[in-house]
């Protein structure tokens, strides 16, 4: 019964923020029809140079949104996988800080 309860207390307790604290804006470039470079950013954070916001393909076809934040002095990258009841909105300005203070980049 126990596990029942921890099971239905886990489907309400790791969904995600909806909406979402972020939209997510593409800047592409096309040259005719083709697109040459898609980049992207988020708005409601403070753009920042050494910050690129990613969108990833999965092997199972879906798509997430990642955040790649560069430290000039960096000797290693910390993959930061939050939870599922995150969100890279309120996330952002925790990635910057982490690695700022720990002099790495951080992927998150």
């Known amino acids: 019964m126990g596990g029942v309860t921890s099971s239905i207390a886990a489907k309400f307790a790791f969904f995600p923020p909806t ?7 593409s800047n592409d470039r096309s040259l005719e029809g083709q697109a040459v470079s898609v ?11 050494n910050v690129d916001v990613l969108k990833l393909r999965t092997r ?5 949104v990642a955040i790649h934040v560069k ?18 909105g ?9 690695s700022n203070r720990l002099r790495i980049n951080l992927m998150g």
Request: net charge negative; proline share 8%; no cysteine.
């Open 19 to 25: 909406p979402p604290s972020y939209t997510l804006i």
């Open 39 to 49: 980049r992207f950013s988020i708005p409601e954070v403070p753009r920042k140079d």
């Open 60 to 64: 199972k076809g879906n798509e997430i």
């Open 71 to 88: 430290h000039q002095k960096s000797s290693a990258t910390l993959l930061y996988s939050h939870g599922n009841a995150a969100d890279l």
């Open 90 to 98: 309120q996330m952002f300005e925790l990635f910057v800080e982490l």
